[in-house]
């Protein structure tokens, strides 16, 4: 049910049995909230961008360079071979990703530009921008948001610079040993220790600049297919422990045939939703992607470390509505996720699979969910919803080949 090809900024991709991109997810193409004047997702963007750029200096000059204007096109190889993501990893589904085709896809995150950052060469550097992911849909999902990478190299002389005696010191093993849960094979243990402390107080310091002196943070151990040892970083806030932003010492393999053979480094990767919503009390991240000036008004400051806490009009009342369908042998929630988001665009709140039942003589999956629509701006009419919701039956027994019940 996808056109012959998908033309985006002149470039035509033409589709196959990966395509899986709905006009409503190609249109925030271009958007860059992250890059638009006094909206709440270029504040943060900013904010961190400024501790990098005040905090980090060589003779004057900031270390970091930014890259916030990177195409969210890219090929499978950048988004997760050229990050040794393991060919059976999850995150490569078509059910969680948005793909052009076999070859091309919408990132899934702003990592997927750091092995050709660091093949040009850069050692010290931030990567932000909108990223796609097929998800839930709920208050805190939605399948656009953006994201902050951060990058930072160093030879054996930086990393060393600070030991007064750096004689026998480097950063890697002598003969090969084995991968621990502290480290990779080739990395010499001084060398690791030495970058896990210049990655956690340097995230410690960022967390504290935006969340305050006063917040409480916590490390946990973590996975990433790109980094070794990984962990996440979590900061309390309203007595819930909430993860901010994955990181680790990235693999050597990814530095060595990015012709950075000689260095070491870290990297993270952090959403700029989850921080923006806690940091201006934005209850639903629909509110981003309004126009309406009662929400982005709250944001015109010129400062952006102003201390800003959104104020909600009242909310408008929900509507429900149910659907049942029996699923055909290759269905995937996200692909009904997708389509409520197609026909209901941002009237719909929330989706929640509610009931499943399976039939024992018919042998059939029957899956009921309950669609809650709420518009941010006025009062919804059943009327209206009704019609919507119609329109969301018929696509869905058209589209995805399920039967009403
Ligand atoms: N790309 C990871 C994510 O989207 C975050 C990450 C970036 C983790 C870099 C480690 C290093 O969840």
Same mark, same amino acid.
């Given at each position: 049910?996808?056109?012959?090809?998908?033309?985006?900024?002149?470039?035509?991709?033409?589709?196959?049995?990966?395509?899986?991109?709905?006009?409503?997810?190609?249109?925030?193409?271009?958007?860059?909230?992250?890059?638009?004047?006094?909206?709440?997702?270029?504040?943060?963007?900013?904010?961190?961008?400024?501790?990098?750029?005040?905090?980090?200096?060589?003779?004057?000059?900031?270390?970091?360079?930014?890259?916030?204007?990177?195409?969210?096109?890219?090929?499978?190889?950048?988004?997760?071979?050229?990050?040794?993501?393991?060919?059976? !990893?999850?995150?490569?589904?078509?059910?969680?990703?948005?793909?052009?085709?076999?070859? !091309?896809?919408?990132?899934?995150?702003?990592?997927?530009?750091?092995?050709?950052?660091?093949?040009?060469?850069?050692?010290?550097?931030?990567?932000?921008?909108?990223?796609?992911?097929?998800?839930?849909?709920?208050?805190?999902?939605?399948?656009?948001?953006?994201?902050?990478?951060?990058?930072?190299?160093?030879?054996?002389?930086?990393?060393?610079?600070?030991?007064?005696?750096?004689?026998?010191?480097?950063?890697?093993?002598?003969?090969?040993?084995?991968?621990?849960?502290?480290?990779?094979?080739?990395?010499?243990?001084?060398?690791?220790?030495?970058?896990?402390?210049?990655?956690?107080?340097?995230?410690?310091?960022?967390?504290?600049?935006?969340?305050?002196?006063?917040?409480?943070?916590?490390?946990?151990?973590?996975?990433?297919?790109?980094?070794?040892?990984?962990?996440?970083?979590?900061?309390?806030?309203?007595?819930?422990?909430?993860?901010?932003?994955?990181?680790?010492?990235?693999?050597?393999?990814?530095?060595?045939?990015?012709?950075?053979?000689?260095?070491?480094?870290?990297?993270?990767?952090?959403?700029?939703?989850?921080?923006?919503?806690?940091?201006?009390?934005?209850?639903?991240?629909?509110?981003?992607?309004?126009?309406?000036?009662?929400?982005?008004?709250?944001?015109?400051?010129?400062?952006?470390?102003?201390?800003?806490?959104?104020?909600?009009?009242?909310?408008?009342?929900?509507?429900?509505?149910?659907?049942?369908?029996?699923?055909?042998?290759?269905?995937?929630?996200?692909?009904?996720?997708?389509?409520?988001?197609?026909?209901?665009?941002?009237?719909?709140?929330?989706?929640?699979?509610?009931?499943?039942?399976?039939?024992?003589?018919?042998?059939?999956?029957?899956?009921?969910?309950?669609?809650?629509?709420?518009?941010?701006?006025?009062?919804?009419?059943?009327?209206?919803?009704?019609?919507?919701?119609?329109?969301?039956?018929?696509?869905?027994?058209?589209?995805?080949?399920?039967?009403?019940?």
């Amino acid at each position: 049910h996808f056109r012959e090809s998908i033309v985006l900024k002149g470039t035509s991709y033409p589709s196959d049995s990966w395509t899986n991109i709905p006009p409503s997810i190609l249109q925030k193409v271009g958007r860059d909230l992250h890059n638009r004047k006094h909206h709440p997702i270029s504040l943060i963007k900013l904010r961190i961008k400024n501790f990098f750029y005040n905090n980090f200096l060589r003779r004057g000059s900031p270390i970091f360079s930014v890259y916030d204007n990177l195409s969210p096109v890219v090929t499978l190889k950048q988004n997760f071979d050229n990050l040794l993501v393991p060919v059976d !990893h999850p995150s490569r589904a078509q059910s969680d990703s948005y793909y052009f085709n076999r070859s !091309h896809m919408l990132r899934a995150h702003t990592t997927a530009h750091q092995k050709d950052l660091i093949m040009s060469g850069l050692n010290s550097f931030l990567i932000m921008g909108d990223v796609y992911r097929r998800d839930t849909v709920d208050a805190s999902h939605y399948p656009v948001f953006h994201q902050v990478d951060g990058v930072r190299l160093f030879t054996q002389e930086e990393l060393f610079t600070s030991v007064r005696d750096p004689i026998g010191l480097s950063l890697f093993e002598k003969t090969v040993g084995e991968r621990l849960q502290d480290k990779q094979e080739v990395h010499s243990l001084e060398a690791v220790k030495l970058v896990e402390h210049d990655l956690k107080s340097t995230l410690e310091r960022l967390a504290h600049h935006l969340f305050g002196k006063e917040s409480e943070i916590q490390w946990v151990d973590a996975y990433f297919p790109f980094t070794h040892p990984s962990w996440e970083l979590e900061i309390k806030y309203q007595d819930k422990w909430l993860e901010v932003l994955g990181c680790g010492i990235i693999e050597q393999e990814i530095l060595r045939s990015g012709g950075a053979a000689n260095q070491i480094g870290w990297a993270f990767g952090l959403g700029l939703e989850r921080l923006a919503m806690k940091l201006y009390n934005i209850p639903d991240i629909r509110l981003f992607w309004s126009e309406n000036p009662d929400f982005l008004s709250q944001f015109q400051v010129d400062d952006p470390e102003t201390l800003i806490t959104y104020k909600a009009t009242s909310k408008y009342p929900q509507c429900i509505c149910d659907i049942s369908f029996w699923i055909p042998d290759n269905y995937k929630e996200n692909d009904f996720y997708d389509l409520v988001r197609t026909v209901g665009g941002d009237l719909v709140e929330k989706v929640d699979l509610v009931d499943k039942f399976f039939h024992p003589t018919h042998r059939r999956q029957s899956h009921c969910y309950r669609v809650i629509y709420r518009h941010m701006e006025k009062t919804l009419t059943q009327a209206a919803v009704n019609v919507i919701h119609n329109n969301l039956r018929q696509e869905a027994a058209k589209e995805l080949g399920v039967e009403l019940r």
